[in-house]
């Protein structure tokens, strides 16, 4: 890339990051009541999202070769009993993943 498409490249991040950043606030504004429909969004994305999240990560496991699956069920587990313990999001994220880098680092090679 030269200078200038390398300008115009972050000049674009910078703008479309700003838009995402400041078009909520301009579009719904504090002295309106907030559309009942983004309110629904607001309670059923987290959980979509995670959903989309847990099946992506597991598309690829098979349970007929290699490990069988048995890392990512394991680690499955240890973010379920963490986040039903300490009820802490990053706390079972960070558990799971150390977990699962743990056992294909060390257990299942």
């Given at each position: ?61 098979s ?25 802490q ?21």
């Amino acid at each position: 890339m030269t200078i200038p498409q390398q300008i115009i490249t972050v000049a674009m991040i910078v703008l479309g990051t700003m838009l995402t950043r400041f078009l909520p606030f301009l579009v719904f504004r504090s002295d309106k009541p907030t559309p009942k429909y983004i309110q629904y969004l607001g309670k059923v994305l987290p959980a979509a999202v995670f959903g989309l999240l847990v099946i992506y990560c597991l598309k690829n496991v098979s349970i007929f070769s290699g490990s069988h699956g048995l890392p990512e069920l394991i680690a499955i587990l240890v973010v379920i009993g963490l986040h039903l313990w300490r009820k802490q999001m990053l706390l079972s994220i960070a558990g799971g993943t150390i977990c699962y880098m743990m056992l294909v680092q060390l257990v299942f090679k």
